[in-house]
C-alpha cells in the first residue's frame, strides 16, 4: 500500500507543480507574483460567469418550488455536472492514462497495472472538482438555504461532492481503455486532437445559439425550465444517478439513505470494476501505442536535390520552421488557424442556423440600401480586426520555441530578423481570419465588393499592431519552460495579456471610426481615419518590437 | 632636461627591441613557411604540419577566455570562477571534469547560450558579446542533449541550419548527403525528428552544426548516445577538421577518448581550470601515468 499512496502522492505533486511552487515562493521570490496574479486573473475572471449561473439555478430553485418539487435545482445540477465530467472525461482521461509524458518512465516501477490507473485516476478527480464544485456547490446551498435543511444534509453534501465526479469519470475510463484495447488511438492522436477541438468548437456555439433563446426576465426563466422538466426527467432516466444523488440528498428519513448508500455503492462498484478491467488490458494498448512506426524511406539524390530547393534567406528559413512547426501541431493549428477563422464562421454557422430569422432578413434587406452600406462594412471591419486581435499564435510565438530555443541563441541571426520570422506568421494568421470575413460577408451579406475591398485593406493594415503588440507581450516575458503544447499556448499567460491589449487596441480604434462619425465626417473617412492610425500604431509597435527584441534575446539564457 | 632626455633613450631603445623581436619572428615564419615543422602531438604521435598552418597556429588564438565567471541563484553557486584558457587554432582540444564542475556551463557562455557575469570570450579574434553573429557564424555547436524541432523532418532541419547559416546552394547538397551518409541517417531523413532515437537525434545536430564547415566546432559530450561505428566516425571527423587548420573543442567524460584524440586537455573542477597542456606535459614524463590517474588525482584534491 505504501508504494501505491506515495505514488499518488508523487502524481499530485507533479501535477500541481508543488515541490515548483514551493521552491518559487521561498528560493525565487522576485517570480512570487506570477502564480498570485494568474490565480487572482482566473478567480476574477470566472466569478461573473459563477454569479449567473447562480442566478439561473436561483430560478430553477423557485421554479421547482412553485411546482411542489423544490430538489429539482439539485436533479439539475447533478444532471449537468456529471454530463459535463463525462464529456470532458473521455479526452481527459484519454491525455492522462495514455499520453502523459511520465507514463513510460511509470510502467517500470514496481507497481500494478491498477496501481498506476488508481493514481492516474485519482489526479483526474482532483482536477474534476475544479469544475463540480462550482456547478455543485450553488445549487446545493440555495436548496440547503430554501428548504431549511439540518446538520444531516450538510454532511451527505459534503460525501456527495466528493463522491460526484466518480461515476462519470469511471465510465469514461472504461471506454477509453476498453477503446484503446481495440484501436490504436496513438497513431491518430494528432487526428483525434483536431476532432475533438473541432467538436469542442461547435459545440461551444451550439451552446451560445442555445443561450439566445433563453428569455431575458426571471418569469419567463421559471416558466422556461417548468416547461423543460421533462429533459431533466428525460436525461435523469437516462443516467439515473444524478436522480439518486438528488433524492439522496434531499429525502429525509429511509428513502433519502436509501438513495445516498445506493449512489455511494454504485460508484464504488464500478471504480473497483473499472480497475479489475484496467490490470487486464491496460499494458497491451498502452505498449501497441507505444511502437513508433517510420516510412523508413531512402531518399535518392534527386530526391534530396527537389526538397532542398534553392536555399532561401535566414528569415524565410525562419519563417518556414514556424509555419511547418504551426500547421503540423494539431493544438496550434486549433487555436491559431482554427481559432482566426471561428469568428467569421461563428457568424456563417449563426446565419444558416436562424436563416429563416425575420431580423435576419430585414438586416439582409436594408443592405441594399446605399446609406446603410458603408456602416455594415465598419462593422465588418471591426469583425476583422477582432478576429486578427484574438488568435494566440503571436502572443505565444517565442513561447512555442521551448526546450528548442537554444537554437535561436545559437544561429547567427539577429534577433529583429528572428521576430520578423515570427511576425510575418502571426500575420498570416491574422490575414487569413481578415480574408475569411471578407469571403463570408460578401457572400452571405452580399457586401458590395468596393466596400468589402475597402475595409479588408483597413483590416489588413490594423491587424500589423495587433499581431507586432501580441508578439511583443511574448519576446518580454516568454514562457520556455513547458512540458506539453497545451502548456505551451493555452496554459500561457501571454495569450491572455495579448487578448486584453488587442481589446485596447480595438477600443481605440472604435473610439477613432465613431470619432470621425460623430463629427459629421463621411463612413469613408472614419475607415480613412482607423488606416491612419492603425498605421502610426504599426509603426510604433514594430519599432518597440525590433527594441524590445535585440535586449530581451540577449538577456535570454539556454 | 637630462630625466627627458634618457627618458627618450628609455622609449628608443625599447623599440629598437621590439623591432628586433619582429624581425627575429619574421625570420622564423619564413623559415617555417619554407620547411614545415614536425610537433608532438597527442602523446608520442610526430605530426609534421605545412608551414602556412603552422603561421596561422602561431598568429591566431580560436578561442580566447579571459577572467570568466558565472553563478547561479544570486552568486550563491559559483558554476564557473575566474576561468582563463587559450585553445589555438587547428587544436584539438578536450574539456574535462568531473559531473558539475562547469564543463556545460563554459560552453553555453562561449556559443552565447548563457551570459558571463564577468569576464570576456573572443572566438578567432571577434567577441561574443560585441560581436555575437560574426562569432557565431565561426562556430557550429552541438548540445549534450540535442532537442530538436519534432515536427520537422531530419532534411528539412538540415536544410533549415544550411539557410541560416548562408550554406551556399552549390556545395549544399553534397554537404547533406555525405553526412547521411556518414551517420547512416539517408533513410530517416524524410522522417520527422519525433520518431527519431536519442542516437539519431545526436547524429541530426552533428550534421546540422557542421554544414557551414566552422573554423570551430564546439561539441558537449558528443559521443554520449552514438553508437560505436558513428562515435569512431565522428572521432576520424574531429581529427580531419583540425587537420585542415581548424579547431575543435570538446567535453567528455571518456577519458580514454580523450588521451587518444586530444592535442591538449584542460581540467576544469569547482569551476576552475586546475590544469592544461598536452596529456604528456600533464604526466610530468611518467609515461606510466594514465589520463585517469591524473586525472582522479587532479579532482580528489
Known sequence: MKPFLSFIKMQLNVNYSISALKYRFTREKKKRWEPILIGMVIVVSLLPLLALYTALMLSVFSGGLMMGQPEMVLATAFVMAQLVILIFGILYIMGTFYFSKDIMSVVPLPLKPYEIIGGKFIVVLVNEYLTSIPLLLPPIIIFGVGTSQGVLYWLKSLIIMVIAPVIPLAIASLLVILLMRVVNIARYKDLLVIVGGIVLIFASFMVSALMQNIPENTKDIEQFFASQTSLVDMIGSRFPPAIWAAKGLSGGGLSGAEYFLLFLGVSAVLLVFMLWVANQVFYKALLAGQEVSRKRKVLTGTQIDKRLGRGTSPVLALLKREWKLMIRTPLYVLNGLVGSIAGPLMVAVLYFMRGSDPELAMMAESLKDPEVVPYVALGCLGLMLFTAGMNLVASTALSREGKTIWVAKMIPVTARQQVDAKFLCSYFVSAIGVLMTTLIMVVLLKLPILWAIGATIVGLIGSVPLAALNLLIDVFHPKLVWNSEQEAMKQNMNGGIGMLISFIVLLIMAAVAFGALLLGLPVTAAFAAVAVVSAILAAVSLFALHAVAEKKYREMEA | ?301
Open chain 2, 1 to 301: 632636461m637630462r630625466e627627458r632626455l634618457q627618458e627618450r633613450k628609455c622609449r628608443k631603445e625599447k623599440a629598437a627591441k621590439k623591432l628586433q623581436e619582429r624581425l627575429q619572428e619574421r625570420d622564423q615564419r619564413k623559415e617555417i613557411a619554407q620547411n614545415g615543422l614536425s610537433i608532438l602531438v597527442s602523446g608520442n604521435r610526430l605530426q609534421k604540419y605545412s608551414g602556412q598552418r603552422i603561421l596561422r597556429r602561431r598568429v591566431r588564438i580560436m578561442i580566447d577566455i579571459r577572467n570568466l565567471s558565472k553563478s547561479y541563484n544570486k552568486g550563491q553557486v559559483k558554476a564557473v570562477d575566474g576561468l582563463n584558457l587559450k585553445v589555438n587554432r587547428g587544436e584539438l582540444f578536450g574539456f574535462l571534469g568531473p559531473n558539475g564542475a562547469g564543463k556545460t556551463t563554459t560552453i553555453k557562455m562561449i556559443v552565447g547560450l548563457l551570459n558571463p557575469d564577468t569576464g570576456s570570450i573572443a572566438i578567432d579574434g571577434t567577441d561574443i558579446a560585441k560581436e555575437p553573429i560574426e562569432a557565431k557564424r565561426k562556430m557550429g555547436y552541438v548540445p549534450d542533449e540535442p532537442v530538436l524541432y519534432e515536427r520537422l523532418t531530419g532534411l528539412e532541419y538540415l536544410n533549415f541550419m544550411a539557410d541560416v547559416y548562408r550554406v551556399p546552394a552549390s556545395v549544399r547538397k553534397e554537404r547533406i548527403e555525405r553526412y547521411l551518409d556518414m551517420f547512416n541517417l539517408k533513410d530517416a531523413a524524410a522522417d520527422l525528428i519525433k520518431s527519431y532515437s536519442h542516437g539519431m537525434r545526436q547524429k541530426t545536430a552533428l550534421a546540422g552544426a557542421l554544414l557551414h564547415d566552422p573554423k570551430l566546432w564546439i561539441l558537449d559530450e558528443p559521443m554520449v548516445g552514438l553508437d560505436p561505428k558513428s562515435a569512431h566516425l565522428l572521432k576520424n571527423q574531429m581529427r580531419e577538421h583540425c587537420d585542415k587548420g581548424n579547431t575543435v573543442f570538446f567535453s567528455t567524460h571518456v577519458l580514454e577518448v580523450a588521451e587518444k584524440l586530444c592535442d591538449r586537455v584542460g581540467i576544469i573542477h569547482k569551476g576552475k581550470l586546475i590544469a592544461i597542456g598536452a596529456i604528456d606535459e600533464l604526466r610530468h614524463g611518467d609515461q606510466k601515468d594514465s589520463l585517469e590517474k591524473i586525472f582522479l588525482e587532479l579532482t580528489d584534491q
